[in-house]
């Protein structure tokens, strides 16, 4: 248990619909990322939350879109899903400041189906 | 693309040291080399991380060459419930401290 709670667990939305994941970090923790684990393959970086600001994005369209709020709490959005947006999707939480190497906790991911 | 290359799958007997091998021949002077595991349907689980010098924890020790070319993460005593997809990321703590995962190594222990 890594303090860091993910919700939905699971969801299933509709080629073209809208969703907002939701993660809770670990308390203390000023820190979060996203990732997008296609099924059979590592996770794939999409962005990095510190302190309410963006500090860094992986190779993701904008559709993909984030906040991070007061209590370091985090949504992923996605707009107009694509079958292909069908993936885990991680968040992990840290207490590092940007330029210093720090681990990352993850939590259980939140599983989305788009048909 | 990820910059590591591990082996996609070992096998390790229970109580046996899990030696899992990485090469980064690539990396720069301020990347440090960070390893992962994922038991399945979980989320990634950090083990350790080091830049040049060997380290140590509760969970495993990390052994860097030299020339900071390759790695080997160390399980000094695997368990059954050390079965998990291990990820050798190597990262330079800017552009957010973006992971990179390849597709790592797939470590069985056997009874």
Known sequence: ETGVTQSPTHLI???GQQVTLRCSSQSGHNTVSWYQQALGQGPQFIFQYYREEENGRGNFPPRFS????P??????NVNAL???DSALYLCASSSGTPGTAYEQYFGPGTRLTVT | DAKTTQPPSMDCAEGRAANLPCNHSTISGNEYVYWYRQIHSQGPQYIIHGL????TNEMASLIITEDRKSSTLILPHATLRDTAVYYCIVSDNNAGNMLTFGGGTRLMVKP
Not at chain 1, 66 to 69: A, E, H, P, V
Not at chain 1, 71 to 76: A, D, F, R, T
Request: aromatic share 10%; glycine share 4%; hydrophobic share 20%.
């Open chain 1, 13 to 15: 939305k509709t080629r």
């Open chain 2, 52 to 55: 040049k010098n060997n380290e």
């Open chain 1, 71 to 76: 209590n370091y709490s985090s949504e992923l």
């Open chain 1, 66 to 69: 984030g906040l991070q709020f």
């Open chain 1, 82 to 84: 694509e079958l292909d």
